[in-house]
DNA sequence: CTGAAAGCGCTTACAG
DNA sequence: CTGAAAGCGCTTACAG
């Protein structure tokens, strides 16, 4: 087409403004191209090529004309020509099968935080780890779009035949998850264990010792961490989970509601109860308010994650937030370090939950 | 780099298995190509193209051998190749400044399940529409991916500067809003006034005369929408709104607090009070609670968007569902519809929102 | 430190 | 209905 090489030339013009340095007329209906950066700078489009990929091998002065015209004429590089040369995308992934909103969401604003400051794009995928197309479907998402990376949030971030098939294809990941699954370098781990201990002390500082749990469900790594803080956290004062305290629910409002009426029909109810998510937390709170019982005075409830529920419930609940958005930030840029930084070594990253205390946490006198 | 070639072609070998039809070992470390796929087809990789995009200029028999082969080696045309070609990029944009996070996951996993059925895929952009870069920036988003569509959610969707600057640059979009603010063509509208009229039927039916409202933000078409909707289903009752008992809000939980005391300390206070949002009606839970007024007792309380939340407060909340992830798969059919028939005359998508009655409504004898 | 050539995997525009 | 050539806007590998 060697016509609209010729059109471009022509509208290529340069004009010099009288003490200003050179202006550049720039066709507008085209985008410039490194052809017309080099041109107009006066070198071959490799050593723009150089300056655009930070290569050190460049003369400062040759580098600082190039980087001039770059600014005037706002040329940015076409990630799509870059990454059919190299292999890559410059786009991130961010795949999870989380059912809360606004915790993807929040990540999402992380991971974006991250992206802006690199040039990167984020493109979502949602999946469904039941199914048996699962590992092949993203796969798929993978391969097709060369992404350059993937951030796997939890519960599919413990997926370890996902990680493998990543590793296989070559796909860089970071997980985010609960406990260290893998190398430090493809981690942000969030201390669920020390947020679920902190529960335990302050329950116990309020003076509760015949306290209720509701698990999560057994297969996530969340429920057992959960657990096991909180296990351990009434250890440390000389008091233990009674079994017929502890029943397991799914993480949903109405797993937690049939949790509660079993625990509020025991002969003795417990005097607290901690869920181990805000949902199902809420449903305690249903079941308290049918049943006439009243929170705090009653009944002390404890969530866990901080989701918009917590603060918005009537009295407003006590639980462990987790920094969501911070947590994807810290994510996404250790994978772009790792991306762009291949031999850079990465420690480990880890994030702390803190308890917030609001209107459900009563004292026992 | 004629030795990747050669090492390739040695890969690709074809062997028969008895019966069978011929079976391709392939290279698995390196994705087939076009040429892989023109070769073993004994075609130019013009015609392969021409099966890839459906061209109708294909002689049936050719056709299927070609397909043959693309389904026998597990050939996907690289995205990147196909849009450095031909100016496009296969991937779909949703920007959006809503901060409700359930509702965006919501849409987002209806966009999502339209490019599922298409091939393309999802980059999410949030935005500030007060920042003074907005335009700017959405703009190099947009160019710089190439994106072949974008859906807009609301509030920002209702930015005209935002939609003209698209138009500009040449970017297909579509809009969701609650008003028809273009062309049918470029739209999928929710008619929240419908959702509100409903809301004041079922006020009245219940027996309520002195009903407060909360509207939302003046600048929201959506607020505007909700406050025409109920003010006119109450005048079809011979009912009107009090301006005494209209307040505005600013559709968070805190605004909804501040309406709520305004509207519970006058000296009548209304029996009902229907929030432009759950948010806002959710804090006119937390001040019924802290007031010890009892909901539905001495209040009834009507929120609108059906959010996780009116489900899960005590009582569980009357409000107004928009199906949102149905309308993000409606409004990514109509783009991509749009993008890869660009001829189609496209009809209006209107989507019906309905009140969803619960334990928050009750009646005045 | 810099550049000319070839290539990434496709499509466009043209020809037959 | 089919194909050879040129091109999309970059980078790689090599040379100097």
Redesign the pocket.
């Known amino acids: 087409?060697?016509g609209?090489?010729t059109s471009?030339e022509a509208a290529a013009s340069m004009a010099d403004i009288a003490g200003e340095g050179p202006l550049y007329v720039w066709d507008q209906k085209?985008?410039?191209?490194?052809?017309?950066?080099?041109r107009l700078a006066?070198?071959?489009?490799?050593?723009?090529?150089?300056v655009?990929?930070q290569?050190?091998?460049?003369?400062?002065?040759?580098?600082q004309k190039i980087a001039k015209v770059i600014a005037d004429i706002g040329?940015?590089?076409?990630p799509?020509?870059?990454?059919?040369?190299?292999?890559?995308s410059f786009l991130l992934g961010v795949v999870y099968d989380n059912p809360n909103g606004q915790y993807i969401v929040n990540i999402q604003n992380g991971i974006l935080e991250a992206c802006r400051k690199s040039g990167f794009e984020l493109v979502v995928h949602p999946c469904a780890r039941n199914s048996p197309q699962f590992l092949k479907e993203v796969r798929q998402f993978v391969e097709r779009q060369k992404l350059d990376g993937v951030i796997l949030l939890p519960p599919v971030s413990e997926d370890e035949a996902l990680a493998a098939m990543l590793t296989e294809v070559g796909c860089r990941f970071v997980r985010i998850a609960c406990v260290p699954l893998d190398m430090a370098a493809h981690l942000v781990v969030y201390e669920d264990y020390k947020g679920a201990a902190e529960v335990a002390d302050h329950l116990v500082q309020l003076g509760h010792r015949r306290i209720g749990f509701v698990a999560g469900p057994a297969h996530y790594r969340s429920a057992h961490e959960r657990r096991r803080g909180f296990a351990d956290g009434l250890a440390r004062h000389g008091l233990g989970l009674t079994p017929e305290l502890c029943v397991e629910g799914a993480y949903t409002f109405e797993s937690g509601q049939a949790c509660a009426e079993k625990l509020l029909s025991l002969e003795t109810p417990p005097t607290a109860i901690f869920a181990s998510n805000d949902e199902m937390a809420a449903g305690i709170y249903r079941v308290a308010f049918q049943h006439g019982i009243s929170i705090p005075g009653q009944l002390t409830v404890v969530g866990f994650d901080d989701s918009p529920l917590a603060s918005r419930t009537c009295p407003a609940m006590t639980t462990v937030r987790l920094p969501a958005t911070q947590m994807g930030q810290m994510a996404a840029e250790k994978l772009i370090k790792r991306i762009e930084q291949p031999d850079a070594k990465l420690l480990e990253t880890v994030v702390q939950p803190h308890l917030v205390i609001r209107e459900s946490s009563g004292t026992i006198r």
Chains 1, 2 share one sequence.
Request: charged share 30%; net charge positive.
């Open positions: 087409m060697p609209a090489r471009a085209r985008r410039p191209t490194i052809n017309d950066v080099a006066e070198v071959s489009k490799k050593t723009v090529s150089r655009i990929n290569s050190p091998l460049v003369n400062d002065e040759t580098r040329y940015e590089p076409d799509q020509a870059r990454g059919l040369a190299s292999q890559r």
